[in-house]
């Protein structure tokens, strides 16, 4: 489908989500979304230990209603939108899915798979889909969410200002906002909306957008929550839709559009429908160790260091993280304590990052768990940490050790492990998911190992709901 001509950039948006074939899509994208679809999958299965995640279950199994989908690890079945909801919070939990696609050599951090994959196995779990479906309506939400995302200027990106929080402007979560529209077009599909129908469901969607971006940067819970948000109310706007709702006739570019709601407008408008159909914009970055993606490049550096050094914490005098402009992120430089929600505070901070993987000399899903991040050695050694923004460096951050006796060891890291350049293979997300299983404790090993393999083929799979027993703890 690569006709707009004469189409508005919505009309033309639902015409690619509505009449993709899997044949339509190259290799290498659907490979990718296969491994997306497991790195989501663990990561929601470990998510199914953090703090409080329990409570979340437990609330809308007390709900109640359709049983129509089964919320991963738990195995608790309830109605699709509150199943995609917990999901894709699970999933968040530990900030550990995948994210960034990249369009004009411009890296873009947008979270959509957190939101787009739960939602296309909640879905496709109700509607027992092939595997084959799964992968191509995975990937036309997908493409619908970056283009969205990335024909504007993330304001990240803006300035130094911008990532330091010292300017005025919009805070919302971005996982909050475009991913909604991923997850409208993957319900919409799946719920069988013709064109117009479509075009409403973004309309709907619009009105439902939410989250406040303060969660991630004071550490709070909430900077899940929204993750889920966007991927229930995508489900709620499609079947609004389908019922025969309608919503604003121009949900992108119009007066009360997410670009003049959201964004302060639309930069390239050209890039909302550029080559559609011809190419699918996905996520490519797979993270190896949990927590903000800025962090990844101090983890690097602190493993780097006691990988190549016989470091000895307790003989540690001062460590210094220099931080070139890049790097300068204001949520993630920020004092650290504890705080309320251990594992919020300590997954985007620079200092607990680096203490953790100094002391345990790894980094895990169990780095982030209360006990752990109260670990007396971590405590300690974060109060030893200096942040210095004095790195003359195109990107990455330098490590800094002096120890007791004198010495002084470093570490530079340019770009964090993961990066397109430097890609985790097959092996590395195949063992990070059986971390999380093993962390979890609650899906079999057994069942893992089973659904590994039948993601390895997944356009071969007839029915998702093969993929969904084998994701959930045998208790259920």
Not at 54 to 77: H, R, T
Not at 270 to 278: A, F, P, Q, S, V
């Amino acid at each position: 489908m690569g006709n707009t001509e004469g189409k508005t950039a919505v009309e033309a948006l639902a015409d690619n989500v509505l009449n993709t074939r899997f044949e339509d899509i190259d290799q290498a994208t659907i490979e990718n979304t296969k491994k997306r679809i497991l790195d989501v999958i663990g990561c929601a299965i470990g998510g199914a230990r953090a703090q409080n995640n329990s409570a979340l279950v437990n609330l809308v199994k007390g709900w109640g209603g359709k049983k129509e989908a089964s919320i991963l690890a738990f195995g608790i079945k309830a109605p699709a939108p509150d199943v995609a909801w917990v999901n894709a919070i699970l999933c968040r939990s530990f900030d550990w899915e995948p994210l960034v696609t990249v369009v004009d050599g411009k890296r873009y951090p947008g979270h959509i798979s957190g939101t787009t994959v739960p939602t296309a196995l909640t879905l496709g779990e109700s509607k027992g889909i092939s595997g084959r479906e799964l992968i191509t309506t995975l990937v036309t939400g997908d493409d619908v969410a970056e283009r969205i995302y990335t024909s504007t200027e993330h304001p990240w990106n803006k300035s130094v200002e911008n990532r330091m929080g010292s300017m005025r402007g919009p805070t919302f979560d971005a996982w909050g906002t475009m991913p909604s529209f991923g997850a409208a077009a993957i319900a919409g599909r799946l719920l069988g909306l013709n064109n117009y129908q479509m075009r409403n469901a973004f309309g709907i969607v619009i009105n439902m957008l939410s989250g406040a971006g303060g969660g991630l940067g004071e550490g709070a819970t909430t900077f899940k929550l929204s993750q889920g948000t966007s991927a229930r109310s995508g489900i709620i706007a499609a079947e609004l839709a389908k019922g025969g709702w309608t919503g604003i006739e121009d949900p992108l570019l119009g007066r009360t559009g997410y670009y003049q709601t959201f964004t302060q407008g639309c930069d390239y408008p050209e890039k909302l429908t550029r080559d559609l159909g011809k190419k699918y914009y996905v996520e490519l970055v797979f993270k190896p160790y949990p927590g903000g993606r800025p962090t990844h490049t101090t983890i690097d550096a602190a493993l780097g260091l006691v990988r190549k050094n016989d470091v000895n914490i307790e003989d540690i005098e001062k460590a210094t993280i220099h931080l070139s402009p890049p790097m300068r992120y204001g949520h993630y430089m920020k004092p650290y304590h504890v705080g309320d929600y251990p594992t919020g505070g300590a997954l985007f901070s620079y200092k607990y990052s680096t203490a953790t993987a100094l002391v345990r000399k790894s980094v895990t899903a169990e780095n982030f768990i209360e006990e752990e991040i109260r670990d007396p050695r971590v405590q300690n050694l974060i109060g030893k940490i200096e942040l210095a923004e004095d790195l003359d460096k195109e990107n990455g951050v330098e490590l800094e050790i002096k120890m007791k006796d004198g010495s002084i060891i470093s570490e530079y890291v340019r770009e964090a492990t993961g990066e397109i350049p430097n890609p985790l293979s097959r092996d590395d997300l195949i063992t990070k998911f059986m971390s999380q299983v093993e962390f979890s404790k609650t899906v079999n090993i057994k069942d893992a190992q089973k659904l590994v393999e039948l993601l390895d083929k997944l356009e071969e799979v007839d029915d998702v709901k093969k993929l969904a027993q084998l994701a959930v703890t045998r208790d259920n």
